[in-house]
């Protein structure tokens, strides 16, 4: 990408980003929440597409002008729903914590139990820590990884999940670097009469080339950035069986958030067509 306008409009933008990309060319990245997008993904994000405001949803929007915007939405939606086989796909949330807590506003009510990961243990802040919005609105239950093994205990997260009966079992993480059994997560929330959730926001790119198991057919409702292992744009989508789909549309708009970032899901699509490839 040559960055001409930039060049020739702000020298100093386009000096400092010289210097990044040669720091990225010149190192090895080693933090995992980060990735190296196409050239085709980073030019569909700084597209026209960033210039539209588009409340709503394809065909039930709050401004005119968004012939085209519907046509990118739904290609995302497709191109997502066919990459990790669910029935229903919201990709407008804006990142991994507001699609988490859109979730847990959609199908919780303030006050509900809730299992997460410790999040010293290798889950995440939105997965019910103390000083997360998550540990203060709702009841978390923490579980970890047996001491001996560093494994996650399907047995102990069982017997946890018999004593508390929580509406919702959170499970996936951000530093657990093991498989994760996503029908024993569902096994047991069924048992216990709780919605089951993945958060895969570490992992995604891992289920798409096949190297970890889907949490389909058996989660629930799956989050994930779109940023980390599949190589897109900063964004995030909602993942999730039919009979969720009308109430977390309705939690991420008009619930939480107003206009998407069409640009961001855009490049989201262009996303999914490589990496389905």
């Not at 292992?229 to 549309?249: H, S």
Request: glycine share 10%.
């Amino acid at each position: 990408m040559g960055y001409e306008n930039l060049k020739r409009g702000d020298t100093v933008v386009y000096a400092t980003m010289l210097k990044e990309i040669e720091r990225v060319n010149t190192g090895l990245e080693l933090i995992p929440s980060e990735n190296f997008p196409s050239e085709a993904t980073l030019e569909a994000l700084g597209s026209v597409f960033n210039d539209k405001y588009s409340e709503g949803y394809p065909g039930k929007r709050y401004y005119g002008g968004n012939k085209f915007i519907d046509v990118i939405e739904n290609l995302a939606i497709e191109r997502a729903k066919k990459l990790f086989g669910a029935e229903h796909v919201n990709v407008q949330p804006y990142s991994g914590s507001p699609a988490n807590i859109e979730v847990y506003l959609a199908l919780m009510n303030p006050g509900d139990t809730f299992m997460g990961m410790k999040l010293d243990q290798g889950g995440h802040l939105t997965h019910g820590h103390k000083v997360s919005f998550t540990g203060k609105l709702f009841k978390a239950v923490q579980y970890g990884v047996n001491k001996e093994t560093e494994l996650l205990d399907y047995d102990e997260i069982r017997k946890t999940a018999l004593e508390v009966r929580p509406k919702m079992i959170v499970c996936g993480a951000t530093a657990y670097p093991r498989e994760i059994d996503f029908k024993a997560f569902h096994e047991i929330a069924a048992e216990v009469g709780a919605i089951s959730m993945a958060d895969i926001a570490h992992i995604a790119g891992l289920i798409v080339g096949g190297a970890h198991q889907s949490p389909f057919p058996y989660i629930d409702v799956v989050t994930t950035t779109t940023h980390k292992t599949l190589r897109g744009p900063r964004g995030a989508m909602i993942m999730c069986k039919e009979r969720f789909a009308k109430d977390i549309d309705a939690t991420v708009f008009p619930g939480m958030q107003g206009g998407p970032h069409d640009h961001v899901y855009s490049s989201n699509g262009c996303c999914f067509w490589r990496s389905s490839k």
